[in-house]
Structure formats: C-alpha cells, structure tokens
C-alpha cells in the first residue's frame, strides 16, 4: 500500500510528467476536435450521417466516460489524501511509541540504580549492625569484667552489700 502511495506522491511531485500528460491529453482531444470540425466544415452531410448512425446514445457514452473519469480522479485523490493522513498518523503514533519505549528504559534504569543504592546501603547497614554489635558486646564483656573486678574488691574489703529486690 505504501509503495502506490509513494508512487503517486511521486507522480504527483514530478512536474515533468504532470506537464507530460497533460499536453498528450490535451493535443489528443484537440486533435479529436479538429478532426471532427473539419469533417463537418468539409463535408456536412456524411458528418450529419455519421452523428445520425452513431446517435444519440454515441455523445451520452462520451459524457458519462467524462463523468466517470472524473469521479475516479476525485476518488483517487480522496484515496491519496486519506492515506497520506493515514501514513502521517502512523508516523506520529510512531514517534509515541518509540518516546514511551525511550522512558520506560530511562524509568528501568532509574529503577535498577534504586535497587543497586539499596544493596549498598543494605550491605553499610549490616557492616553498622555488625560493628555495633561487636561493641555491645565488648561493652557487655568489659561490664562483666567490672563487676567480676568489683565483687572481689568487696570481698576484699568484706563489704556486704545490701540484697536487691527482684
């Protein structure tokens, strides 16, 4: 479909033809016209005998392959304009799509560099938690050991503390 569009585009775009056919269009049915002005300038009486055998029916057929001819150039140039619409229509749907497919890459991007952030911040996070831990639990030994130190310096001493209430 495309290629006879672009082919009529082309014919239509190619001044050289255009003017081509019109010339043979109208040398032929100027022709035909000086050919018949002369018959009947000449002789009119075979002209009017040739008219009466070829009838009325002769110039109907000739007017109505003009009234075809010309509803089929106009529905021809309705058919271009209509899919030239339809080709700039596509084109333009097109272009959308391949924007849409531009940022759903850019949002995928945007997405796995989310994603690789919060590993790294997940993986700072447990290096945190094990440093905070390892401390704890240094505090925690250091704190039994202060109090181990504690319990014998009052051992020492005999110094009896008071009992806590639970």
Do not use: C, Y
């Given at each position: 479909m495309t290629e006879h569009v672009q082919f009529l585009r082309a014919s239509k775009s190619d001044g050289f033809s255009t003017v081509l056919m019109v010339g043979v269009t109208v040398f032929g049915g100027g022709s035909f016209a000086y050919g018949i002005f002369q018959i009947i300038r000449s002789e009119p009486d075979k002209?009017?005998?040739?008219?009466?055998?070829?009838?009325?029916?002769?110039l109907l057929a000739i007017f109505i392959a003009w009234c075809v001819s010309n509803l089929f150039n106009r529905g021809l140039d309705v058919t271009v304009r209509?899919?030239?619409?339809?080709?700039?229509?596509?084109?333009?749907?097109?272009?959308?799509?391949?924007?849409?497919?531009?940022?759903?890459?850019?949002?995928?991007?945007?997405?796995q560099s989310t994603a690789d952030r919060d590993d790294r911040d997940k993986q700072e996070m447990q290096i945190l938690v094990?440093?905070?831990?390892?401390?704890?639990?240094?505090?925690?030994?250091e704190l039994k050991f202060q109090r181990r130190t504690f319990e014998r310096i009052?051992?020492?001493?005999?110094?009896?503390?008071?009992?806590?209430?639970?």
């Open positions: 002209a009017f005998d040739l008219l009466k055998s070829w009838g009325p029916g002769f209509t899919g030239e619409r339809s080709a700039a229509a596509m084109e333009g749907a097109t272009i959308q799509m391949q924007s849409i497919a531009e940022a759903m890459h850019a949002q995928a991007l945007a997405l094990g440093v905070v831990n390892s401390k704890v639990e240094q505090a925690l030994e009052e051992e020492a001493l005999n110094i009896r503390r008071p009992q806590e209430s639970e």
